[in-house]
């Protein structure tokens, strides 16, 4: 995707709790979207989720691969 223009640069954040991939427009902005994968979960269907770039959650599931193909990723 950054090779095609979509996304100008991604990056990967990693901590104790969650691991993202955070995927960016512009260089100075906030991620446009984040795909995270939680270690802990409070719930079973946040192991993994999409946030944009307030932090507000717009897809999440059990499972990766679903998340990725029940996501509308031209929305984002």
Known sequence: M???GS???Y???ISSRQVGFSVFKNAAENAMYKICKNFKP?????????????????????????LIK???WKKL
Do not use: F
């Not at 409070?42 to 999409?50: D, T």
């Open 2 to 4: 950054v090779s095609e």
């Open 7 to 9: 996304w100008k640069d």
């Open 11 to 13: 990056g990967l954040n």
């Open 42 to 66: 409070n719930n079973k269907n946040l192991k993994y989720l999409i946030t944009d770039s307030k932090g507000k959650i717009l897809n999440n599931s059990h499972d990766l691969v679903i």
């Open 70 to 72: 029940n996501t509308n």
